[in-house]
């Protein structure tokens, strides 16, 4: 559909009062929700992922595109609820405790977002304790954490050790990220999965939910 394909097009741009209006005449057109977010603003979520990974653009470009992106979904967030839409699945992340760097964080929620997944950001410096009560609220598939300081890395040990008392770690896959982290130190503590940048964690959450 012509329409959905601009509506990729204006999010790949990055032109988030475009996106809305789009979105907007989309739905005066009867298209469903669940179309404007897997062929509109999913499809071109995933460009910008795909352009990511191959340092075809960088950081800015992925912000004004997620911002585009969420202009339309703010829109039909509420039909995507009412026609029963699933998401693929849905993620807790957030930035490992006494460590208040965001960036990369927010960039790996947008992405995955984008890709169609439900995210619950809880932010950056996340305590244990907190990351511990969603986990048992939310029901979350996946839980993200991310750090960018060789001090505070081995917060994310104790969140797996923790995961592991309160019962929680057989329901939920551990990610995690960000610049000091490896997939040796992943394997170490124990985590699912690792990531390197912020589209290889859309394939990476994915994988480990089966997919
Ligand atoms: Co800080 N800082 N900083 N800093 N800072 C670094 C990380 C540092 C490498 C700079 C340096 O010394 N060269 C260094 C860490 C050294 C180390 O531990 N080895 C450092 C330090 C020391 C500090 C302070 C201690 C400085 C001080 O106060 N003395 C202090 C600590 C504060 C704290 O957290 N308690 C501090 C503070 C800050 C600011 C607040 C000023 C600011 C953060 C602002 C913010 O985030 N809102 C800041 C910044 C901006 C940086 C640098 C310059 C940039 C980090 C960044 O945003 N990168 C950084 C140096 C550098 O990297 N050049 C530095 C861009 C971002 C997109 O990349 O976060 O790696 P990144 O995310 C990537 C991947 O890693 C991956 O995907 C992302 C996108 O592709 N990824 C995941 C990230 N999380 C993931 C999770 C996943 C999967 C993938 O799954 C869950």
């Keep these: 559909m012509a329409i959905l394909e601009d509506l990729a097009a204006e ?20 298209t469903s929700a669940a179309d404007i977010l897997n062929l509109g603003l999913v499809a071109g979520m995933n460009v910008i992922s795909k352009q990511f990974k191959n340092n075809e653009i960088f950081i800015p470009e992925v912000l004004v595109a997620a911002r585009a992106m969420k202009a339309g979904m703010q829109i039909i967030r509420p039909l995507l609820a009412e026609a029963n839409v699933e998401p693929l699945g849905k993620i807790i992340i957030g930035t490992v405790g006494g460590d208040l760097h965001d960036i990369g964080k927010n960039i790996v929620a947008m992405l995955l977002e984008g890709a169609g997944f439900e995210v619950v950001d809880l932010g950056a410096d996340v305590p244990k304790e907190k990351f511990l009560e969603f986990a048992e609220k939310e029901n ?12 505070t890395m081995v917060f994310m040990k104790d969140m797996l050790e923790a995961l592991e008392e309160s019962g929680l770690k057989d329901k939920i896959k551990v990610i995690v990220g960000g610049a000091p982290i490896t997939q040796s130190y992943a394997d170490e503590i124990k985590a699912d999965g690792y990531a390197p940048d912020a589209a290889s964690a859309v394939d990476l959450v994915k994988s480990v939910m089966g997919n």
Aim: zero cysteines; aromatic letters at 0%.
């Design 11 to 30: 999010v790949i741009k990055g032109d988030a009062d475009a996106a809305k209006n789009l979105t907007e005449e989309a739905l005066s057109q009867n």
């Design 140 to 151: 979350p598939d996946v839980l993200g954490m991310s750090a960018l300081l060789t001090t």
